[in-house]
Every structure is written in structure tokens, then in C-alpha cells.
Nanobody, 122 residues
């Protein structure tokens, strides 16, 4: 079992930066993903990283602006978000996936955090 707790959300102006953290307890040999959900919209994939940190995947909407990384010694996954836009406003969730390959489907992820709000104003 793994438990996930996100932190680092907040309010920022367009063009600003935030770094989200996801602290994991319990088993940590998971691939990890970040998703987001804006009001009235489906939860969507943002980024994912293998348990070793050797491979990453990004949605096109965040490629070049967001960076996912992990520190397994601290059992923590990060999402560095730069050049934020108002359309990045959402609740951001981290999630854990037991599989050996990076996946984008919500249904592939076994455990979810409670989410952290990110608000970007224009």
C-alpha cells in the first residue's frame, strides 16, 4: 500500500512558477503521475515518471514548461511548473502506477493523493 500527500499549490500570476510535491509512504517502487482537473472538466494527464526516474512523459500542453522529477531517498515526486498560464488552473493530483511502463490513462493508476489547488491569474 502507498499513501500520497500533495503540497505546494497556491495562487500565482501568469508567467510565474510553482513546485508541487507528492510525498509517498509505504511501498514506493511505483511509476508516478501528475493529473489535473479543472472545474467542469475531466481529470487529465499532465506528466509521468518511472520509478527509477529514467523516463518521463508529458502532455503536449505542458511540454517545455513543466518538469517531473523524483527523489527516491525522500520518497517524493515533484512537478516544477514554469511559465504558468490561466488555463493551468486546476486541482493537481499525484498518483501511483504499479506497471512497468509509463501510462497516461487515469484507470491505470492505483493510488491517488487528495489534490492541491493551483490558481493562475491573468
Amino acid at each position: 500500500q502507498v499513501q500520497l500527500v500533495e503540497s505546494g499549490g497556491g495562487s500565482v500570476q501568469a508567467g510565474g512558477s510553482l513546485r508541487l510535491s507528492c510525498a509517498a509512504s509505504g511501498r514506493t517502487t511505483y511509476n508516478m503521475g501528475w493529473f489535473r482537473q479543472a472545474p467542469g472538466k475531466e481529470r487529465e494527464f499532465v506528466a509521468a515518471i518511472t520509478w527509477s526516474g529514467g523516463s518521463t512523459d508529458y502532455d503536449d500542453s505542458v511540454k517545455g514548461r513543466f518538469t517531473i522529477s523524483r527523489d527516491n531517498a525522500k520518497n517524493t515526486v515533484y512537478l516544477q511548473m514554469n511559465s504558468l498560464k490561466p488555463e493551468d488552473t486546476a486541482v493537481y493530483y499525484c498518483a501511483a502506477d504499479l506497471s512497468a511502463v509509463l501510462r497516461r490513462s487515469r484507470g491505470a493508476y492505483d493510488r491517488w493523493g487528495q489534490g492541491t489547488q493551483v490558481t493562475v491569474s491573468s
